[in-house]
């Protein structure tokens, strides 16, 4: 189970250092999923709290690719 990871980030403004904190863990069909994920960066702390997670459930038609790249498509 992950819980904290640390990265620097290069851009044009420089380099910023984010750290990811997992927690709150709970089983979502079989698998087992952070439900409390925060970020830091630059002094901002951003929580995204997650209620449901749902596996696939996505129509195999999600993954077509538009008509003009179908076109392209030998």
Known sequence: VVVRWTIRVGGATGTVQTATTESEY?????MLVA????????????VMTL????????????????????????
């Open 35 to 46: 439900t409390k994920i925060k970020v830091s960066a630059m002094g901002v702390e951003q």
């Open 26 to 30: 709970k089983k979502f069909g079989h």
């Open 51 to 74: 209620t449901d997670v749902v596996f696939d459930d996505v129509p195999d038609s999600a993954f077509d690719p538009p008509a003009p790249i179908k076109a392209l498509i030998k």
